[in-house]
C-alpha cells in the first residue's frame, strides 16, 4: 500500500495532522494501536487554548465544541483559604475552553472517518528507512501483514510511542521528573465554582476543574509512588475540602494517579520521520498545555509537509524543529513555573515563603498577572517560522528530581526557577 503520509497515532496530534492534510489535498493513512472505543473514551486533558479552538473551528470541527464548551474569562489563584480572581480576558483580550480531550478525539474521529483511513488495533508497528525519500511503516491489522510505503511519516504515538525510540540515537533528551504526580477524578457534581480554582496549601497542591454544569474534575496533588488503593472516595473528598474550601460532592466514576514530568526530544525531526506532540514532548500538567502543544506542532507540520511532497522544497521541514521548539520550551518554562509555585516541593519554609511572595506579587501587580494570563491562555500563533536566533542544543540535558526540585531560584540545568514571560 502506498500514501503519502503515515500517521502513527490518533491522538489530538495524529487526527488534527489528518484532518489538515486532507484540507491541503495530502493522501495520509493513519495508525493506532488501540479500538476506538478506548480512544474515545480515555479520559486526559480538558482545557483548550483560544488558538486550539480556533483552528477546530476552522476544521469544521467546533460545532459541538461551540455548544458544550464551556468559556472561561480568568481562574482563580488561591491560598490561605482566599481566592485571587485572575482575568485572564480583560488582560489578554483571549479566552480558554473547557472540553475534555476525548470529546475533541470524538468530534476528530467523527469529521474523518469517511476521508481518511483510520486503521484501529494496528499492531507491531514498526518504522523502516526513514532516512530514504521512501520510508516505510511495517504493521499488522486484522491478523495480516501490512506494509505502507510513505514520502514522510508522523510520529503521533504519545510518550510511550515507537517512533521516537526509533531515532533514540539521533536525539538530545531534556529530561525532568518531578517528585509528586496528581490524583485526578471525575465526579457526578455541580461545580462549586464559576472558573478554575490553583490551590496553594501546606498540605499540597489541588485543583477544582470541571466538564459541564454536572461533572466537576478535581485534583489533588500526592507522592509520585502514591498507590490509589489507599485513596477511598472518602478521604479524597475530606482532602479536598482541607485544600479548596467548599467543595461539592458526588458520585466518583473516575479516578487515576499521573506521574509529572517534563521531557523535549531534539531534534523533532530525522530523515522523513517527523514527531509531534508528546511523543516529542510532556509537561506538568499544571499549565494545561500538553494537547494545546501537540495541536500547535502539527498546525507547524503540515504545511511543511505539503511543500515538501508537492514541491520537492524542504526549508520548512528543515525549520520544524526549531519552530515547533520555540512553543515547547516556552510551554515548558511556563509549566514549570506554575508547578513549583503551586506545589508543596517539600524543600521547607524558605521556598514555601518564596512561593508565597511570587502569589502575592501576582496579585498586586499588573505586569505580574499579565505575564501569567497570556503565558495561559497561550501565545497567538506563530505568523511564520522567523526565530530572532538560532536554536542551539545542550549535550547531557538530563537532570534528576532530587536536586533539580529544592531551590526555588537557582538558574541551573533542569528548569528550575523558571518565571514566566
Ligand atoms: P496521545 O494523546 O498520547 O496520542 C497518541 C496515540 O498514539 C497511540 N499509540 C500508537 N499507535 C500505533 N502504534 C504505536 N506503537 C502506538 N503507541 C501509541 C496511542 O494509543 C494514542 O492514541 O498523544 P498526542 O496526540 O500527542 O496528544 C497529547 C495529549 O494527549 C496530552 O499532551 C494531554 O492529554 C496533556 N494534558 C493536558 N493538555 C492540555 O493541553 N490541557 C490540559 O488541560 C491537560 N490536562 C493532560 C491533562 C494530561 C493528563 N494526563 C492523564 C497525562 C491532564 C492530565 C491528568
Ligand atoms: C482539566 O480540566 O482537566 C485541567 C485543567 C487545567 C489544568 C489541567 C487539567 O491545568
Not at 489563584?77 to 485571587?84: F, P, S, V
Request: charged share 25%; hydrophobic share 40%; net charge negative.
Amino acid at each position: 500500500m502506498r500514501t503519502q503520509v503515515g500517521i502513527i497515532g490518533a491522538g489530538p496530534a495524529g487526527l488534527t495532522l489528518a484532518m489538515l492534510l486532507h484540507r491541503d489535498g495530502i493522501d495520509c493513512v493513519v495508525l493506532e494501536a488501540r479500538d476506538r472505543t478506548y480512544v474515545e473514551n480515555r479520559v486526559r486533558a480538558g482545557l483548550l487554548e483560544q488558538n486550539t479552538v480556533d483552528l477546530m473551528r476552522e476544521l469544521g470541527v467546533g460545532e459541538r465544541l461551540d455548544r458544550e464548551g464551556l468559556e472561561h474569562d480568568g481562574i482563580y489563584l488561591r491560598a490561605y483559604g482566599r481566592n485571587h480572581y485572575i482575568d485572564l480576558a480583560g488582560l489578554t483580550g483571549r479566552h480558554i475552553t473547557i472540553y475534555g480531550q476525548q470529546e475533541v478525539i470524538k468530534d476528530l474521529t467523527n469529521a474523518l472517518i469517511e476521508k481518511v483511513p483510520i486503521h484501529f488495533e494496528a499492531a507491531d508497528v514498526a518504522l523502516h528507512d526513514i532516512k530514504s525519500d521512501n520510508p516505510r511503516i511495517t504493521y499488522q491489522h486484522d491478523s495480516q501483514a501490512h506494509e505502507l510505503t510513505c514520502d514522510a511519516i508522523a510520529g503521533c504515538d504519545g510518550f510511550h510511542g515507537v517512533s521516537r525510540r526509533t531515532i533514540e540515537n539521533h536525539i538530545t533528551e531534556y529530561d525532568y521528573t518531578y517528585p509528586f504526580g496528581w490524583l485526578g477524578i471525575l465526579a457526578e457534581a455541580k461545580p462549586a465554582t464559576d472558573e478554575l480554582i490553583y490551590a496553594w496549601n501546606e498540605r499540597g497542591f489541588a485543583l477544582y476543574t470541571m466538564r459541564s454544569q454536572k461533572i466537576s474534575r478535581l485534583y489533588l496533588q500526592v507522592p509520585a509512588d502514591e498507590d490509589i488503593a489507599n485513596w477511598p472516595d472518602d478521604r479524597i473528598w475530606a482532602e479536598l475540602g482541607e485544600r479548596l474550601g467548599e467543595v461539592n460532592e458526588g458520585n466518583i466514576y473516575e479516578k487515576g494517579i499521573t506521574p509529572m514530568r517534563s521531557y523535549v526530544a531534539e531534534p523533532m525531526q530525522h530523515g522523513r520521520l517527523f514527531l509531534a506532540g508528546d511523543s516529542a514532548h510532556i509537561v506538568p500538567p499544571t499549565g494545561a498545555k500538553g494537547l494545546n502543544l501537540a495541536v500547535n506542532d502539527v498546525r507547524l507540520l503540515a504545511p511543511a509537509l505539503t511543500e515538501l511532497i508537492r514541491g520537492g522544497r524542504t526549508d520548512r521541514a528543515d525549520g520544524y524543529t526549531a519552530a515547533a521548539l520555540r512553543r515547547v520550551w516556552r510551554a515548558q518554562d511556563f509549566s514549570n513555573y506554575m508547578t513549583r509555585m503551586l506545589h508543596d516541593l517539600g524543600a521547607g519554609p524558605f521556598q514555601q515563603q518564596l512561593q508565597l511572595a511570587r502569589l502575592d506579587y501576582i496579585a498586586r501587580s499588573e505586569a505580574a498577572a499579565h505575564s501569567l494570563a497570556e503565558n495561559y491562555v497561550g501565545l497567538p500563533a506563530e505568523p511564520d517560522f522567523q526565530l530572532p536566533w538560532p536554536r542551539s542544543r545542550t549535550r547531557r540535558a538530563s537532570t534528576s528530581s532530587a536536586t533539580a526540585c529544592s531551590p526555588i531560584s537557582s538558574p541551573t540545568a533542569g528548569g528550575v526557577g523558571a518565571t514566566p514571560g
